[in-house]
């Protein structure tokens, strides 16, 4: 199966500020496709990007997603207070659909 | 609208076992699959298995192969998630999701819409 790391392990910003999440797969994802999850405490996950760099419907355009092959990477352009959370990043292109640990999005 | 409104918390002791529903409204709620992803608490994501409700194909994560069962019933559009022989280490809130594409013989593998979660706890 594909192991995904996410890092860092928690991000302190500050709103406004830029944040830049970092997804590593143990083996090329086929296709690009990956996504990328946001979850507050207590919710559901939401979907925010799929295939990579598509966001999902209603997903605002301060979220963008890039890479291919093992390195994927989340960025916020400009933090917002409701951006604080916990980012999962997930690849579907080989069974089983793995997802990685997590990046916790801090206020600073 | 997407929704999908999940059956109650459940607790159950060690060996039994415990079946949870996702019933889907609005939009083409029967035409997309469903999977169930579970999270320990505070503990990642993890995918166990979904379905194709159109065709009844599964695709099951190998760690619960032998342990889980997801079926659909197409005339309620509703999806179960039965798992077997359960141990303090299946507490978690249980979800169903959404399959992003709509299809017949295939999952596409990312998740659009999710259920609130069904909390089980196992507990003698």
């Given at each position: 199966e594909i192991v995904l790391t996410q890092s860092p392990g928690t991000l302190s910003l500050s709103p406004g500020e830029r944040a830049t999440l970092s997804c590593r797969a143990s083996q090329s994802v086929t296709s690009t496709y990956l996504a990328w999850y946001q979850q507050t405490p207590g919710q559901a996950p939401r979907l925010l990007?799929?295939?990579?760099?598509?966001?999902?419907?209603?997903?605002?355009?301060?979220?963008?997603?890039?890479?291919?092959?093992?390195?994927?990477?989340?960025?916020?352009?400009?933090?917002?207070?409701?951006?604080f959370a916990v980012y999962y990043c997930q690849q579907y292109g080989s069974s089983p659909w793995t997802f990685g640990q997590g990046t916790k999005v801090e206020v600073k | 609208q997407v929704q999908l409104v999940q059956s109650g918390a459940e607790v159950k002791k060690p060996g039994s076992s415990v079946k949870v529903s996702c019933r889907a409204s609005g939009?083409?709620?029967?035409?997309?699959?469903?999977?169930?992803?579970?999270?320990?608490?505070?503990?990642?994501?993890?995918?166990?298995?979904?379905?194709?409700?159109?065709?009844?194909?599964?695709?099951?994560?190998?760690?619960?192969q032998d342990r889980v069962t997801i079926t659909a019933d197409k005339s309620t559009s509703t999806v179960f998630m039965e798992l077997s022989s359960l141990t303090s280490g299946d507490t978690a809130v249980y979800y169903c999701a959404r399959d992003g594409g709509a299809s017949y013989?295939?999952?596409?593998?990312?998740?659009?819409?999710?259920g609130h979660g069904t909390l089980v706890t196992v507990s003698s």
């Open positions: 990007i799929f295939g990579a760099s598509i966001r999902a419907t209603g997903i605002p355009d301060r979220f963008s997603g890039s890479g291919s092959g093992t390195d994927f990477t989340l960025t916020i352009s400009r933090l917002e207070p409701e951006d | 939009g083409t709620a029967g035409t997309y699959a469903i999977a169930w992803v579970r999270q320990a608490p505070g503990q990642g994501l993890q995918w166990m298995g979904g379905v194709i409700p159109m065709s009844g194909i599964t695709d099951y994560e190998q760690k619960f013989s295939a999952f596409f593998g990312y998740f659009d819409f999710w």
